[in-house]
Structure formats: C-alpha cells, structure tokens
C-alpha cells in the first residue's frame, strides 16, 4: 500500500497518478489526511497525558513523604481522572489507525511515470516484436481439436470429475507439461534464481501482504472451515518469505523462481476466446520473484523481461512485449510489461507472461525492509514476472508447430520429453 509519507508529501500529485489508472481518489486521499490529522492529535494529547501521568505518580510519593495526605489524595483524584480521560482518547486512536489502513488497503498503487495514458487493453503500446510467424494452411486446426485429435488434453473428463476449467493432460501431453515446467525452472536456476518449493495454500496475512486481499474480483478460492486461500500464483507464498523481515543490504537482491499450480475462479468468462486451454480454473505456472534496493529495481525489471524473451525465443514462438496503460495494469503493480504469443490457428495474440515492479507499495504491506551500513531501514522494491505460464504456451506450441504428420516438439524440450513429435 501507498506510504503516509508519499500522500502527505503532495497529495495533488497522488491524486493525479491515481487518476492515470482510472481511479478517483481525491475522497479517499482527502479522508486519509483528516484521519490523520485527528490521528496527530490524538496521539499527541495520549503522550502529553502520559507524562503529566508520570510527574503527577512523582509528586504523590514526594507528598506522602512529607505528611501532605490532603493534597496527595488530590494527586491521586487527579491521575484516575487522566487515565479515564485517556482510555477513552486511546480507544479512539486505535479507531482511526483502524480506519486509516482500511482506507490505504483500497487505493491502488501509483502508476510509474512511463505508463502510457489509456482506459483498457487497447491503449496498451507494442514495445518490441520477436519470433518467426508460422505459415500454416487455412484449416490449421486450433488446440482444442489438435488435444481431441491426438489424445493429449481431455477437458470433458476434467468437466466430468471437477468442473469446466479443470483440463486433464493425458500420455504425450502430461509429459509435455512436465516438460515445460522443468525447462522453465532450469533456464531460472542458469539464471541465478534460487528454486523454492512453497505451498500451493497461504493465510489471510500472506494474501494481504502482496495485495490479493481483499479480493476485489472475487478471484481467489477460498478454503472456509481453514481459512487459507488456494494460490492464484508462487508471487504470493514466494514474496511472503520476506514479510517481516529486515534484509542486510549486503544481501540483496534475493531472486527466487517457484514453480506451482494455480487457482482463479476467472468469473463471468465464457466465449469462444476462452475456449480450450485460453483461460482454466486450475493451470501450473513457474514464477519469478525478486527483492532489491530501490535503486537498482528498474535494471532488475529489465533482466526479467530479458530472461522471459529468452524463454519465448527458445521455443520457436512468435511474441511481442506489451508496455500497459494506466486502465489495464493491476492494483498493486507500479508498471507492467506482458509477453503475447500469437496463435497461429485462433489468429490471435495470448497472454503468457505479466512481469511488474511493484515499487515500495507490496513492501510497505509485508514490512520487507532492507538496512544499510547506515543501520537505517528503508522499504524495498519488490518484482515478480511469470517465466512462464503453460496454458497458453501449450495452446501455441501446438497450434504453431502442427504439420501433416504431428506436432512438432522445440528442440529445447526434446530432452525433457524424450520425443520431437506428437503424433
């Protein structure tokens, strides 16, 4: 969440970026200060009364000592009065710093300066295009006849045992997932990540510190009788083992990269373009996460959109990089840049990769501070980038790569698979 400091610094300036994503937030921006004003004084009447308390406790020993019952007593009447005078002036702080977050958690992070202008994903600017475009005939068939076709994906099995959305990956098409994920976690580990195996459920306090809670969207599942949340993706356990904690400088940045499955509940999506593997319930995803200074953040973002093209380029798979407007980034990112495949049978470009920073606003929720030789903490910036998410990856290898006789496997994935052809 935005900072006190960063509101009070200039709030007009605030409000302005807010505006950039499409929110209104002078009200809230302006209920913050009066809450915080109040907030001041409160707390300032709460230490003038503690240490009128404190002399008060001094004068009452001194005139016992000295045989002033009278006026000790006076002292005395004088101290319960101050103390219920600041029960009820302590209540009420606690009242408004209660209110103060619970304003903060709703305003969405600022918008750094390089966000394009724009109300929703056709504002988004082509930053860079890559990746050889195939040349398939007019009936190339998309992935879901080709998963049918080859026995590789049943989505009307996973229908029948869990709900639609839920695909099972059968002979071929298990192995080439398994691939993936492991090409995907070893290209990370050459890359200097640190795998980490997290659970595939948090608690309120992980989903609140990377800014999935409160759930706006109604995305995430949740697990009532226990109260935990199934991942929508590694960012969340991967960035949660830092919250709370205070890194040496000298160690930073961390990079981690996790594989795992993920949960959304994608509500209201139906239509041919979710069809398929295009948008499920329950897909795997490898994620990369890192912690720097902020300083050195924005080199970070870019080694990451570095390491996803590199991963694209890989595959053989046409791509292009998206910078996103204001109106399509999401809550908590600071800017986003996404990776696109194009899918050679759906005519269309898929979202495979989101890579963000997130600035101080994750930070500032998880308490991830970092202290210098100085001895001084200060927030950190947090980033996180998918590297990659299979669904649509699948979607286009296959749909790319079909030929009369099958379906051709990447050359990087032969060895993770054990064959070059799905047929």
Known sequence: MLTLQQIKADPEYVIGRLAVKGFDGRGIITEILEIDEERRKLQHKCDTDASELKKLAASIGALMKQGKKE???????????????????????????????QLLLTVPNLPNETVPLGTSAEDNVVEKTGGPMPDLPEDALPHWELAKKYNIIDFELGVKVTGAGF?????????????????????????????????????????????????????MYHVNLDDLYLIPTAEVPGTNIYRD??????????KNCAYSPCWRREAGSYGKDVRGLNRLHQFDKVEIVRIERPEDSYAALEEMKDHVQGLLEKLGLPWHILRLCG???????????????????????LEVSSVSNFETYQANRLKCRYRGDDKKTKLCHTLNGSALA??????????NNQTPQGIKVPECLVKYTGFDMID
């Not at 006026?71 to 702080?93: N, P, S």
């Not at 050459?190 to 609140?208: C, D, I, L, Q, T």
């Not at 904690?245 to 961390?254: A, F, Q, R, S, T």
């Not at 109106?327 to 470009?349: C, H, L, N, P, Y």
Request: with cysteine.
């Open 71 to 101: 006026e000790a007593e006076g002292a005395k009447a004088e101290v319960a009065r101050i103390k219920g005078e600041t029960k009820g002036l302590q209540d009420r702080l606690e009242e408004c710093e209660h209110k103060q977050l």
């Open 245 to 254: 904690v205070i890194i040496p400088e000298n160690e930073l940045p961390k």
């Open 327 to 349: 109106g399509d980034m999401s809550f908590t990112s600071a800017i986003t840049f996404d990776f696109e495949v194009w899918s050679a049978a759906q005519k269309r470009w």
């Open 167 to 219: 695909p099972f990956y059968v002979g071929k098409g298990a192995r080439l997932q398994r691939a993936l994920i492991q090409f995907f976690l070893d290209e990370a580990w050459k890359a200097g990540y640190v795998e980490v195996e997290p659970p595939f459920v948090v608690n309120e306090a992980s989903g609140y510190g990377t800014g999935q809670l409160p759930d706006k969207e109604g995305q």
């Open 390 to 399: 299979l669904p649509r990856i699948v979607a286009a290898l296959l749909e």
